[in-house]
């Protein structure tokens, strides 16, 4: 009953039609917020970064900065170069990709052109994975087989950018679908896998 609840109230958050009513909602212009720009040079060194990676299951209340945030999306899903190419290689180059990000202040959409979150809503659905205070929603076209590679180089950018600031985090297939029904994904999307990310306890 309460799972029902909390899919109502984020699909009508979500600005989806009402499933019990079919009514559909009033418009809101979408709240967004700019990113501090990601760092791009320091860090500890790869080797050392590889040897230090780790999944880290029990994590603090603290928030992760949003520094470290712009930081290890752009690690994720970031454009790296002048002609809007990512972090990491997709098939053909058609970036079929989506990251959402769950934290207190709510669902959001990486836009990583804009080095920017779009807000999706301003539930806090931290809970729904664990707790912790950020979690990173990865999703791709189903019955692709690139879909899957894509989302593990992006999981596994954030797991090194992770080891190298002493953030935690573990990558979970369990409750990855929390979301899906609520989530605005493009048509043939699913999501793939989830992170938890926070300071170890
Ligand atoms: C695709 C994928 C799905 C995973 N799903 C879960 C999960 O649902 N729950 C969990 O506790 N760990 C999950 N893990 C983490 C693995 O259990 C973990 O990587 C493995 O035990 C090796 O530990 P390590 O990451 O510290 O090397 C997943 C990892 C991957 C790559």
């Known amino acids: 009953m309460k799972r029902i609840a909390f899919v109502l109230c984020l699909a009508m958050l979500f600005g989806m ?3 019990l009513t079919g ?5 809101a212009p979408a709240k967004a917020i700019t990113l501090p720009k990601p760092v791009m040079n320091g860090g500890i060194p790869l080797m050392e970064a590889l040897s230090k990676r780790k999944s880290v299951r029990e994590v603090s ?9 712009s930081n290890l999306l752009w690690a994720a899903w970031g454009v790296n170069r002048p002609d809007g ?3 990491v290689p997709t098939s053909r180059n058609k970036q ?3 990251l959402f990000v769950v934290l207190e ?3 959001w959409r990486y836009d990583a052109a804009g080095n920017a979150l779009v807000q999706l ?9 664990g707790g ?3 979690t990173l929603v990865y999703a791709a076209k189903a019955g692709d087989d690139a879909g899957g590679m894509h989302v593990g180089s992006m999981y596994q950018n954030v797991g090194l950018y992770c080891a190298s600031v002493g953030l935690g985090n573990v990558v979970k297939s369990t409750g990855r679908a929390e979301l899906d029904s609520v989530l605005r994904l493009p048509a043939g999307y699913k999501t793939y896998v989830v992170q938890s990310i926070g300071w170890p306890r």
């Open 17 to 19: 039609a009402n499933p």
């Open 23 to 27: 009514s559909a909602p009033a418009v």
């Open 61 to 69: 209340g603290k928030p992760v900065s949003e520094q470290d945030l």
């Open 85 to 87: 190419r990512r972090t």
């Open 96 to 98: 079929e990709a989506e």
């Open 105 to 107: 202040s709510g669902v």
């Open 121 to 129: 809503s301003p539930v806090d659905a931290r809970s729904r994975f």
């Open 132 to 134: 912790a205070p950020l």
